[in-house]
């Protein structure tokens, strides 16, 4: 204890009560120079009395003895003994997992079935400040981790699929390898469970004991959330908390490499499922916040495989911030968001989403105040505005690309008391561009308005809220006529939709670009059908009815409630009531509505007061109630988001103005009068639309009763 440090002698200890393998051991030991075993025990009690005493450099011990768990040793000399070094020998590769011994400030862990020699390498391994754990242990305690694609799914692939399935990012595989089997991905999901011998885990729950165990880069990395998981084991281990198996739901097969990275977080023992990916997704937000595996606090130890992110026009920012907005900009892609919100409030950060045309809050990182200002900075700065301005509002666009993402988001910033909020709309994303029947529209109504679409000239409106699917209406119909002897032209804003043949035109005020202007250019351009995308002043209106009358068929669209005041708004504009009576050949008044999730939703028993009631603020006949007494309703899985709902669908009032309507236009008569006349020729209302829709279990009362407000004529 006097000597040199260089020629210290290490004094070790052994409990190990095996009396052969410990005799083996000691004598062994005591030929390595500068090694001293200060003392020898087949009990545990007597060893760890002895350690406390002696304070040895190094302690062999044994995991299992007669008397005590070689745990509780490791622990107490950990506790009260941080100088000595500590060597797990076990006889079974069951015993203990490796991880849970490195937590445990354990240096090494060797298995006493390996040759005498290897054991003592491992001791003079610990010794000399170093570590040793046994590899060959570790592989035995997972070997169903090695298998990433099961070989019976495997031999069904070409190599192309099943690279392609293989270079695919963990969240995305099952789609990869559902699209290569052309199958449903429920189904493949099972498959894969079956063939690699795990179970689906539904309904998943989070496991709030789990909270803190691994870090979010970890879990973003590898999509996988801690679950809980059936009843609490009944078994009064002493080392409860250690033993408490932790569940993970997995968006794909869990790999080597991912299970050892979480060996060195949790010792607990893990217990792997397969769940839908995107409710694994879902969760990691849930709980850990978008983006958050991105804006924690770095972490040496651990670096995502994936972290680096090119930019372009990358100002020198913090990393991490570049990649959390990147992160909340793919999440709402990936949630079919149409716009985020960075909303500065006190104390906080808030980012919502719209998705479904509902506001969704987005769970986000606990420390994002911290990044506030370096987030709308980075906003900015990809959206070319102005960064030291932050007093006045300001517009920009980014264009976004990653992974294969390439979008036009629309930005706006506005000064509040707090901060700048930032609001981002994101474009002509690669939505699928709905056709008449995904619409929603039923056949009556798809032969009332194709009928119109073939006019040569005339005035068709789509009206409606903003994100009442209005833009993707019209859309649908310049699909329908669009051919190669039409010229079409459009004036958008913004150009949500590319349209193959059709001459498309952004507009651009800043610039004295309107659309009164740009129309007033098309028409100089020949077109046959004109598309405005929107109908906001007299001049616009003027034109628009201009140039039906000239001979053009025109498309726009107005912010009215319903379809009979469109008329009334345009009267009201200030346009003489004869030329909209003579130019408006069709209005289509509209709503989006959330459609029931067809994978959970169940009929409901509904009361024939409540029935009644919802009918009569519809608008719709008491008669329609008889014979129902139960409706489709919203349940919530994992396909849904635990919503009852996903997509959306459109229900639509279809209004003609016949002579007698005609007659009361020119009368300036009010859009009531004009509604009442419609109804009694037949127009279906919102309301009555929406009941159809409900009847037919596309959606829900609730649903329709949100977005059909009550008659304000
Ligand atoms: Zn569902």
């Known amino acids: 204890m006097s000597a040199a440090p260089t020629t210290r002698t290490c004094r070790a200890v052994l409990i190990e009560d095996d009396s052969v393998f410990r005799q083996l051991l000691g004598t062994t030991l005591g030929t390595i120079p500068d090694l001293q075993v200060a003392g020898a025990f087949d009990l545990g009690r007597p060893g760890l009395e002895f350690c406390r005493r002696e304070k040895p450099d190094l302690l062999v011990v044994d995991l299992s ?8 040793i490791v622990r107490e000399i950990r506790r009260t003994l941080p100088e000595t070094k500590i060597l797990v020998i076990t006889g079974s590769a069951q015993d203990r997992l490796p991880g849970d011994l490195l937590s445990l400030g354990v240096h090494g862990y060797v298995n006493k079935s390996e040759p005498i020699g290897f054991v ?7 010794r000399g400040g170093g570590m040793f754990f046994a590899s060959r242990i570790e592989s035995t305690v997972a070997p169903k981790l090695q298998e990433n694609l099961p070989a019976a799914l495997a031999a069904l692939l070409t190599d192309e699929q099943r690279q392609t399935v293989l270079e695919a990012a963990r969240e995305k595989r099952l789609e990869a390898l559902a699209t290569a089997l052309a199958r449903p991905e429920a189904e493949v999901l099972a498959r894969v469970a079956t ?14 004991d789990a909270r803190g165990l691994l870090p979010a880069r970890l879990v973003h990395e590898y999509q996988i959330i801690p679950i809980k998981f059936g009843p609490a084991v009944g078994s009064v281990a002493p080392f409860s908390s250690f033993h408490t198996p932790l569940h993970l739901a997995t968006a794909w097969l869990p ?12 010792p607990r023992p893990l217990v792997w499922h397969l769940a839908v990916p995107e409710r694994v997704h879902q969760l990691i937000i849930e709980n850990f916040g978008v983006g958050s595996g991105s804006l924690e606090d770095s972490d040496e130890s651990y670096v995502a495989p994936e972290a680096q992110q090119s930019n372009d026009d990358v100002v020198d920012e913090d990393a991490a911030v570049v990649r959390f907005v990147t992160d909340v900009i ?21 980012i919502r989403y719209r998705v479904d045309g509902l506001l969704v809050p987005v769970p986000v990182p606990e420390n994002l105040l911290r990044f506030q200002d370096a987030i709308i900075s980075r906003l900015k700065i990809m959206a070319r505005m102005n960064i030291s301005e932050k007093r006045l509002p300001q517009d920009g666009r980014i264009n976004f690309k990653a992974g294969g993402i390439v979008l036009d988001i629309r930005v706006s910033t506005v000064p ?17 561009a709905y056709n008449m029947d995904r619409l929603g529209m039923n056949a009556e109504e798809q032969s009332q308005i194709v009928n119109i679409l073939d006019y040569p000239h005339g005035i068709i409106l789509v009206t409606g809220p903003t994100g009442s699917g209005k833009s993707t209406t019209l859309n649908a119909f310049l699909r329908k006529i669009n051919s190669t002897d039409l010229r079409i032209i459009t004036i958008e804003d913004p150009i949500e939709y590319e349209v193959p043949g059709v001459n498309q035109m952004q507009v651009r005020p800043e610039i004295g670009l309107t659309f009164a202007d740009a129309l007033r250019h098309v028409l100089r351009q020949d077109p046959d059908v004109i598309m405005v995308g929107e109908i906001r002043d007299k001049d616009t209106a003027e034109i628009a009815i201009r140039a039906s009358l000239t001979g053009h068929l025109v498309f726009s669209t107005l912010h009215t409630n319903d379809a009979p005041g469109a008329i009334t708004r345009l009267v009201d504009m200030g346009i003489e009531p004869f030329l909209v009576a003579s130019a408006i050949e069709l209005v289509i008044a509209q709503r989006l509505v959330r459609r029931l999730c067809p994978d959970c939703t169940k009929v409901a028993p509904i009361t024939k007061i409540k029935l009644l009631e919802n009918l009569a603020i519809l608008g719709c006949d008491p008669a329609e109630a008889e014979l129902i007494t139960q409706l489709k309703s919203p349940v919530g899985c994992d396909r849904c988001r635990g919503t009852g709902y996903r997509g959306r669908v459109g229900i639509f009032e279809i209004f003609r103005l016949n002579d007698e309507m005609h007659e009361l236009v020119l009368k300036r008569e009010s859009t009531r009068t004009l509604a009442d006349c419609a109804r009694q020729h037949g127009m279906r209302t919102l309301g009555q639309s929406g009941w159809e829709k409900i009847k037919s279990g596309y959606t829900s009362f609730d649903e329709v009763l949100r977005v059909v407000t009550v008659t304000d004529a």
């Open 416 to 432: 509040t008391i707090y901060a700048e909020s930032i609001s981002l709309r994101l474009l002509n994303q690669k939505k699928e």
């Open 120 to 126: 003592v390498g491992a001791i003079e391994s610990v």
């Open 195 to 208: 063939a690699a011998g795990f179970d689906v885990a539904s309904n998943l729950e989070t496991d709030p």
């Open 255 to 266: 790999d080597q490499q991912m299970s050892d990275w979480l060996r060195t977080f949790t």
């Open 330 to 350: 793919s999440q709402a892609i990936t949630d079919q968001a149409t716009d985020i919100h960075f909303e500065p409030q006190e104390g906080q950060l808030r």
């Open 65 to 72: 003895l007669p008397d005590i768990n070689g745990m509780e």
